[in-house]
């Protein structure tokens, strides 16, 4: 197994370092580390001398008359002053009204999202916050992810989420529906590092549970737009 290094665990750095270490042994090094349960975070040189190959995820600085001469920390980094997650949302949000193929019957609802490996691999992770999400007596609409359709079948749990009269399960969704999704919920219970992004965005301004021991986003939590709970059952139902 190859080993790979990443220098830089940014927006970027990071959610590409996670990707890779789902068949690869991934470390990580960046001056403002952020924690994450599938990359190994190891200093410079470490990750330097055990990686088979090292992938620079940091902003390369690009001015008309730069040189690479001299640092370039006295240059106003304004050619990454975008985020483009956000950007895709404040173009494409206003129309999504339009574009979006939704039968929704639930007027006040919260979105459900689960995908993450360590939720719904684990049978006594998924049933918590299952358990959680149905007695809490909110209205949830949960686009259902094939691999956790087939986890919650294996464990029993999928005719529970069936039977249960506050949970509205739907199909896999694009881009159009779930930027409506998430502008119409009153809240959103996920475990996706992209969603906590894009629930900051002013088009969607929406506070996110995050059913995780730990987040990539973690300016979401200081902003208050998202609230960690870890994984028992008791901390989600009352975040809920």
Known sequence: MEKIGFIGLGKL????????AEKHQVCGYDIYPRSSELVKICGIEELVDSSDWIFVAVPTPHAEGYDGSVPSSHMEPKDFGHDAVIDAINIFADMSAQKAKLEIDFTDFVLLTLHRAENVDDKKTL?????????????????LHPRTKQKLK??????KFVKSKNIKLIKPVGYFEMLELMKRCLFIVTDSGGIQ????????????????????RPEAVKAG??????LSYSKILTAI
């Open 127 to 143: 049933t918590s916050i299952i358990n959680a999400v149905i007695e809490s007596g909110q209205n949830f609409v949960f686009p």
């Open 13 to 20: 750095g990071l959610e590409c370092a996670e990707v890779m």
């Open 154 to 159: 294996l464990y029993g749990l999928y005719e």
């Open 225 to 230: 737009f998202s609230r960690i709970t870890g």
């Open 197 to 216: 992004e894009e629930s900051t965005s002013p088009k969607i301004n929406k506070k996110v549970v995050v059913v995780r021991k730990s987040t990539d």
